[in-house]
């Protein structure tokens, strides 16, 4: 599909990237880079690439399709740095979890290099770090595409077959729809399961003893790297507190439910909850 992939930053998500292109040989050469040499040794160690570049424009040169996998907000100053020295028909594109800021800005950009159009697997982890990638992570999962419109057709389709060829299902809309949609489905739930490990912390920690899988399953996430969150929180902070007030709302419903000594409404609501996370065993 490609002849050369460069993986900018690989950590989970782009580490899997390297393992899953291979298995499937849908590039002739991969090229990773990393900010720590450590990582960049461990990366053509564990076969997730064929090179490792000592910098990101070394990594880039003679690539036919870019993919930055770092830190959202270290993805716009690697753009502006690499994007002069990519050829204008490459394919470049990000894992990020944010998108409104990141293309919007990129656009600007465009005028030095090939087109940005933002990508976001839906496929991450509370884990983080290369040695827990995996070759079938992207299997079955989502991925959204937030093009703009200096985007061509064919530009789009280019990207949409990569990430299909990874074994995903993939989603195009507007940048501002995806930051909509995953501050709701991925950064809210993140923000409540912080909160939940939160207040509980601050409880007896003899409690914790008796812990039992639910609790470890509602906190999971929550585990999640606290820097790599905290900007996400940022750049869709808005998208976020929309979210956070509309479950405000839904909780104050249970809370005075249970107040007034309402079973019924707590049933009812109970049973709502219940209908949409079994549809989730179905998707």
């Known amino acids: 599909m490609f002849r ?11 580490a899997s990237i390297g393992l899953a292109v291979r298995e499937r040989k849908l ?6 880079w990393s900010r720590r040499a450590e990582t960049r040794l461990k990366c053509l160690q564990n076969g997730i690439c064929d090179e490792i570049a000592e910098t990101a424009a070394d990594a ?29 028909d490459a394919a470049i594109t990000d894992v990020g979890s944010t998108k409104s800021l990141i293309c919007r800005q990129a656009q600007g ?39 703009l419109d200096n985007a061509t057709t064919d530009q789009i389709l280019r990207l949409t077959q990569f990430w299909e060829a ?10 501002e729809t995806h930051d909509e949609i995953v501050a709701h489905i991925s950064h809210l739930p993140h923000a409540l399961a912080a909160v939940l490990a939160r207040y509980l912390g601050s409880q007896d920690g003899y409690w ?12 999971r996430v929550a585990s999640g790297d606290p820097n790599l969150w905290k900007q996400i929180f940022s750049q869709n902070k808005e998208e976020v ?14 809370k005075a439910a249970l107040l007034n000594n309402e079973p019924i409404k707590v049933e009812r609501f109970l ?11 179905d998707r």
């Open 208 to 219: 914790a003893n008796f812990a039992g899988g639910g609790l470890r399953d509602t906190s």
């Open 271 to 281: 049973n709502i909850a219940k209908n949409f996370r079994d549809s989730l065993n």
């Open 60 to 88: 880039v040169k003679g690539s036919d399709c870019v993919i930055l996998c770092t830190p959202v907000q270290t993805i716009l100053p690697l753009l502006e740095e690499i994007l002069p020295l990519l050829d204008p």
């Open 241 to 254: 507190i929309r979210s956070i007030e509309g479950f405000e709302q839904h909780l104050q419903e249970f």
């Open 27 to 32: 590039a002739g050469k991969i090229v990773a």
């Open 4 to 14: 050369q992939i460069s993986i900018i930053g690989p950590g989970l998500l782009g």
């Open 109 to 147: 950009l465009s005028s030095k290099g090939p087109v940005f159009i933002g990508s976001h697997p839906m496929a991450g982890s509370d884990q983080c770090g290369l040695e827990h990638a995996r070759v079938d992570l992207f299997q079955n999962a989502s991925c959204f595409l937030t093009p």
């Open 166 to 175: 990874l074994g995903m299902t993939t989603e195009v809309i507007s940048p």
